[in-house]
């Protein structure tokens, strides 16, 4: 799975942002390869969350290069980006609460965009199925008709990963997508996202190493704005420097 | 049309009640003209009054539909649209100016009478056309229509939202009031277009003439609904409430946000347009007045009043807070804006949904 000349899908190379002199990324590089699963751990500021707004288009980096395949994400907006096939889940699950959850599913499945195409969109019965199959294996058969925002914690972490499967991105940024959920519930979403890789690359990002040891896949750790070690977990955990800066604390 | 929405037997009942509720609603309304032909003593004989004031309502609720579908939907607090109404007000104006031909003070067979005092000696180019009404009924909806686009295009891609949006619809309604208070504008200056003669052929004081404006106002009121229906229900409807309640979020779909706000805003300006179009000949008048914020903000209230987010909330509303405005300026004129405010503050307070919540007796805050 791990590195080498294989088939680059996503290409950081000396992205540093710089927020009022506070350098929130600093000289960051990372490649992640065409159905690459990667983990990205590191203490709290290290700068995981800014790499996430960089490669979606919330924030502009001060210096660097960011691409996706032959992309040049600095200049698209966060809607391009999403287009393109990146899709995100946030470390808050964030959703919209007055639709239900079928439609909070059905807007993020891939389809057309623009006004007049929504005004004209018609559900079909195959998308029904696959909105319905995605919230199987999400576990929200049950309350596809309630409203996003009754649902609980737990749920709504549900519903944004299969707000992400709808998209059907061809690269997924998955920010704690385990929090707040129970240690079933984390094992069964431990396997999803080693399911879900394969067919795409995923990127997730996550505090709980338990979790990040159930992923199996390569972890890279970032340390104030930079990559402070890459590698298996084991490799990473028996790092002197991380654990130093951050297993050791 | 998700799972959850096999309606149970109650929620099915309510549904029907409602839908005859409105039914009849729109049969009264439909009715009022054919009983102002009714004999004076009859019992069911309706005033003149009513039936002209009924049309001014019918415009007004066509206005908060309007700023609904921008607001109540979409998340778009205009503070502006009374700028959008009166827009297409002064397109229908100049119609009627260009329609009194002879009939002027100055008997001038082209020129209104303002221009002919002013000294102009033709007609600007601006107002050539509008002597036909299809030329000036299309003015009605491009002209405000063109106006969102371009404040709207400059806000929703700068990303202006929320209150700042509402200070800019402001600026914008209050910057047209003083260019159009200007006599060298060509609109009339501070005093307007009044005096109207005709209107397709039939003088304006006639009943005949206030039934055909009374039955267009409701067929423009049917036709806006149901096209915001059909958006609402749609999933662009969809979109717009996910706007309105995480915006940022959307982007992260994929979704063009400035293109679905744009398009809501801009054919919610072109409703206004055409309602402030209705309105001019019922009441006869269209000056910079109608241009005034204070105008807008009353509208918006109207909406919240009656219930954002819910386009029949949003009618009633316009009807109810313009019928106490009726009543209460004509028992107690100094009352009116201390009851205006204080309405605002209580269905804030306590009436979140407005009064459609009433109706529908859902506590969704």
Known sequence: MSGGAGNPILYLDGVSVVFDGFRALNDLSLIVEAGELRAIIGPNGAGKTTMMDVITGKTRPSTGMVRFREHDLTRLDEAAIATLGIGRKFQKPTMFDALTAFENLELACKAPRGPLACLRWVLS?????????????IGLTSRLGDRAGVLSHGQRQWLEIGMLLMQDPELLLVDEPVAGMTDQETEHTAALLRRIAGERSVVVVEHDLEFVRALGCKVTVLCEGAMLSEGSIDHVQNDPRVIEVYLGR | MTPAETPTPERGTARLAFRLLLMAAILSLAMLPVLNQLPVDSALHVSDFIVSIGGKWITYAVLALAIDLAWGYAGILSLGHGAFF???????????????????VYGHPVLPDFMVFLGYKELPWYWLGFEYLPYAMLMAMVVPGLLALIIGFLAFRSRIT?????????????????????????FGGNNGFTDFKELLGMPLQTANARAVLYYASLALLLVSLLLCWRITASKLGRVLVAIRDAESRVRFLGYDVTQHKLFVFVLSAMIAGLAGALYVPQVGIINPGEFSPGNSIEAV?????????????????????????????????DLWLFALGGLFVAVTLFLPRGLIGLFRGEKRA
Request: glycine fraction near 14%; aromatic fraction near 8%; proline fraction near 2%.
């Open chain 2, 86 to 104: 009166a827009l297409g007000g002064y397109a229908m104006g100049m119609h009627l100016m260009r329609l009194i031909g002879t009939r002027g």
């Open chain 1, 125 to 137: 019965p195959a998308t029904r199925r696959r909105i319905e199959g995605v919230a199987e294996e």
């Open chain 2, 162 to 186: 929320g209150v700042y949006l509402s200070i800019i619809t402001q600026a914008m309604t209050y910057a047209l009031m003083l260019a159009f208070f200007r006599n060298d504008m060509g």
């Open chain 2, 301 to 333: 209230i109207w909406v919240a009043v009656g219930g954002r987010g819910s386009l029949i909330g949003a009618i009633l509303g316009a009807f109810s807070v313009n019928a106490l405005k009726t009543w209460l300026t004509t028992v107690a004129p």
